[in-house]
C-alpha cells in the first residue's frame, strides 16, 4: 500500500505548493509512482507549479461524485508525476452528497495504486480537511512554516488542532542562513515552540516565484539550493538518513598552514 502525505498549515503564503510540486516531481524521478491532488478547491495553484495550467484535468471531486471513473482521470505528465487538479468552481454545499465511506473507498483505491499520493491542502485546511482526518489512512503530515512570528504561531496552533498530530513533520522553508540575525527565530527554537519533530529545512531561493511562474519545481532545477534540500527531505521521507542541514548550510573553507 502506498502512502498519503498531507501538506498543510493554518497560514497561507508559507510556500505548500511549491513544496508540494517539487516533492512530486523529485518523488517521481526517484521511481516513485506518485500522485499530486490539488485541494485547494475552487482557487487551486498546483497545476501552475506542475506546469499543467493549460491542460483539461479531472479533479477530486470529479472521481468523488462519480462524474469521472479513477481508471479514466490518472494520466502521468511528461514529468512523470499524476496530477488531480482542483475545480475552478466550488460551493461547500458540493460535499453534501459525500459521505466519509465514500471518501475512504477513493483514498484506499489511490493507495493500492500509488505509491505517494501528496494532497496540497489550502490554508487551515479547508473543507475537506475533516474528511482526511476522520479517515484514518493519513501517513505523514508536513506542516510548513515560515520563520516569521506569526507563521511559527500558526504552525504551533495548527500543531495543536491536528487530530494525528504524531504524523506530523515540519517543514521549514524560505530559511535565510547567509546571516544569524536573518530570522527571528532559530531552527531549534522553532521546534520547541511547534512541539513537531523537523523533517526539512528549505533555504529561501529568489527565483523561487520565477520557478513558479514558469510552471518549474524547484527540484527540478539543478543549482537550487532549495530544491535539493527539497530532495532531501524525500529521502528523509522514504526513511533515508540525511543530516538536517545537508546542502543548506556552505562549509567554511577552512586555513591550512604548512
Same mark, same amino acid.
Given at each position: 500500500m502506498g502512502?498519503? &502525505?498531507?501538506? +498543510?498549515?493554518?497560514?497561507?503564503?508559507?510556500?505548500? +505548493?511549491?513544496?508540494s510540486s517539487s516533492l512530486s516531481y523529485r518523488l517521481a524521478h526517484l521511481g516513485?509512482? #506518485?500522485l499530486a491532488v490539488d485541494m485547494d478547491l475552487g482557487t487551486g495553484g498546483l497545476d501552475i507549479a506542475l506546469g499543467r495550467e493549460d491542460s483539461? &484535468?479531472? +479533479?477530486?471531486?470529479?472521481?468523488l461524485n462519480g462524474t469521472v471513473r479513477a481508471e479514466d482521470a490518472l494520466f502521468p505528465g511528461d514529468d512523470g508525476v499524476y496530477f488531480l487538479s482542483a475545480p475552478v468552481f466550488f460551493n461547500e454545499s458540493s460535499l453534501d452528497q459525500i459521505s466519509q465511506?465514500?471518501?475512504?473507498?477513493?483514498?484506499?483505491?489511490?493507495?493500492?495504486?500509488f505509491d505517494v499520493v501528496i494532497f496540497?491542502?489550502?490554508?487551515?485546511?479547508?473543507?475537506?480537511?475533516?474528511?482526511?482526518?476522520?479517515?484514518?489512512?493519513?501517513?505523514? &503530515?508536513?506542516?510548513?512554516? +515560515?520563520?516569521?512570528?506569526?507563521?511559527v504561531r500558526a504552525?504551533?496552533?495548527?500543531?495543536m488542532r491536528l487530530k494525528e498530530?504524531?504524523?506530523?513533520?515540519?517543514?521549514?522553508?524560505?530559511?535565510? #542562513?547567509?546571516?544569524?540575525?536573518?530570522?527571528?527565530?532559530?531552527? #531549534?527554537?522553532?521546534?520547541?515552540?511547534?512541539?513537531v519533530p523537523i523533517i526539512g529545512? &528549505?533555504?529561501?531561493?529568489?527565483?523561487?516565484?520565477?520557478?513558479?511562474?514558469?510552471?518549474?519545481?524547484?527540484?527540478?532545477i539543478p543549482k537550487s539550493a532549495a530544491g535539493k534540500a527539497i530532495g532531501n527531505v524525500c529521502l528523509r521521507l522514504m526513511d533515508e538518513a540525511v543530516p538536517l542541514l545537508d546542502g543548506v548550510m556552505k562549509k567554511k573553507k577552512r586555513m591550512r598552514f604548512y
Open positions: 502512502e498519503i &502525505i498531507v501538506v +498543510t498549515s493554518l497560514k497561507g503564503g508559507v510556500g505548500k +505548493t511549491v513544496l516513485k509512482r #506518485v483539461v &484535468i479531472p +479533479t477530486f471531486l470529479d472521481i465511506e465514500k471518501f475512504n473507498s477513493l483514498l484506499d483505491y489511490l493507495k493500492s495504486v496540497d491542502m489550502p490554508a487551515g485546511g479547508g473543507a475537506t480537511f475533516h474528511f482526511f482526518e476522520e479517515s484514518g489512512r493519513i501517513d505523514q &503530515i508536513l506542516l510548513v512554516s +515560515t520563520a516569521a512570528p506569526t507563521s504552525a504551533e496552533r495548527c500543531a498530530a504524531e504524523k506530523a513533520k515540519l517543514v521549514l522553508n524560505s530559511f535565510r #542562513v547567509t546571516k544569524p540575525g536573518d530570522n527571528p527565530f532559530g531552527v #531549534v527554537e522553532i521546534i520547541q515552540r511547534t512541539s529545512v &528549505i533555504p529561501f531561493d529568489s527565483g523561487a516565484e520565477k520557478a513558479l511562474a514558469k510552471g518549474m519545481p524547484l527540484s527540478a
